[in-house]
């Protein structure tokens, strides 16, 4: 796939008028979805812990890279295709994960449409544990293109152990497992409007739909939301692995 044939897609759709739906800048694009969502989900998305300074540094260090273009040596066939763990993907680029993606969505089900893009464009996803559909949903929307599971590990060993077993079953490739979040992150944003999206029950699909994950509740999760949510507390974040 040539990624660079989608601006002489949008040129080309120009002769007739049509002009693109999307922006082209990503502070345009960012500011579209600002005001597409409510405030506190906004705020979730784009917020940071602390003074969010690790956040802007981070953002800083990647604006130091760049692209040097090599001259006279015929690039007329790109190929930005790279080796991973055995697999040929079109790009060096991976779908991040996000937690809150299926809320992004005017419909809910925003890891579905990540999933489909993912899809159409060959550009492997990282599925969040924090999905608002099953982790099986999502994959079976990926088509060919290949998906990694990215795995919260619980302090329940049992429920990890379903959960790596439940994306290995869907056709997931690989397990991305996150060591970071032993507790949440002071978020001044989130925390300015009593915001956090999984104790109202939010993008907590894949525990409600694991069956280690039921079985610890005295209700299933249909007849008792918060005591679902209660119980994901209770097992959420583990600082020891091994």
Known sequence: MAFSDYQLEIYFQGLSGVLP?????????????QAAMSPSMWSYVAGGAGDERTQRVNATAFEQWGLMPRMF??????????????????????????????????DGHGDLATARAAARTGVPM?????????????AAELGDTPGFFQLYTPTDRELAASFVHRAEAAGFKGIVVTLDTWIPGWRPRDLASSNFPFLRGLCLANYTSDPVFRASLAQPPEENPQGAVLRWAQIFGNPKIA
């Open 21 to 33: 739906a999307l922006p082209m800048a990503f502070a345009e694009l960012e500011a579209k979805a």
């Open 73 to 106: 040596v015929g690039a007329s066939e790109r190929d930005l295709s790279v080796e991973l763990f055995g697999m040929t993907l079109p790009s060096p680029a991976l779908l991040a994960p996000v937690g809150v993606i299926g809320l992004c969505a005017q």
């Open 126 to 138: 990282i599925a969040s544990t924090m999905s608002a559909d099953p982790m099986e949903q999502v």
